[in-house]
């Protein structure tokens, strides 16, 4: 070939999915393919591009709130629904214009949250990837469930091949608690969609922590683990200088964090977080934070600023500068 490879990373926009997907994108780069990462014109507007993604080209496409994003939304199932109509065609067009400006593209590696990327894909006769975020584990739950083969709401202990038989509280909560979620459960079990007609299928994971799952995936999909996905110089430091973890959709307070951690003992900190979309009632934000105050270790409690309100006031307004820190 005359031309270097070229892929497509199409991560679901949310800070815990487009991170691993850019690390495994600079790892592309360093193996000379061409690399080019697509995300939602909102996000693409409000991050900071001095990121260093080495040499990724970043292209942006509606997922209908380009305003907003995924906070205006009315609900997970409306962004999600509206995500599939508006993106499918914003990813077709944006196939189209590098094809049309004379960007080949050999393969579109896709968030499994979003797999109707692959149809996509498949339309133009571009092989595609499913790229899953979470543990080998726990979408081998998610697989079975969508086969039907775990019945849900859960009533018995669960059993899978690679794992051994897990009580009902020991699945992952979208399993154990089925339905308060309707939007996201439908998400993660709806992965394997159309998984069978993709290329590869690729896992932020690594042989040695889930063999057994691995072996028996590997039987179903052309399966390869490339995690944990993490700056190279804090692993193998085969990418010289490569210690950026992506882009902060949160501005992160990185300087009073790493000051108010260093002044700590090791292993003293107990580290707190639920992500970018869980959302804990009032009576869970108390008891957490009752916890915390009543435990014999310091903690660092990551808290989104559209959560800060559930704090408990007389926990807000004390500045536990000693024990514990509160950060966005």
Known sequence: MNKSPHVLLFPFPA?????????FGK???SKGVKTTLVTTIYLNSTLSHKNSTTSIEIQAISDGFDEGGYASADSPESYLKVF???GSKSLSDLVKKLQKEGNNIDAIIYDAFNSWALDVAMDFGIDGGSFFTQACSVNNIYYHVYKGLISLPLSVPVSVPGLPQLECWETPSFVHNYGPYPGWTGIVFNQFANIDQARWVFSNSFYELEAKVIEWMRKMW????????????YLDKRIEDDKDYGFNLIKANNKECMNWLDDKPEKSVVYVSFGSMAQLGLEQMEEIACGLSDCKFNFLWVVRAEEEEKLPKEFANQKITGKGLVVA
Do not use: A, F, Y
Not at 222 to 233: A, D, E, F, N
């Open 84 to 86: 599939k109509e508006v």
């Open 27 to 29: 790892r592309l780069v």
């Open 222 to 233: 052309k399966l390869k683990v490339i995690g944990p996905t993490l700056p190279s110089m």
């Open 15 to 23: 800070q815990g999915h487009i991170n691993p997907l850019i690390q």
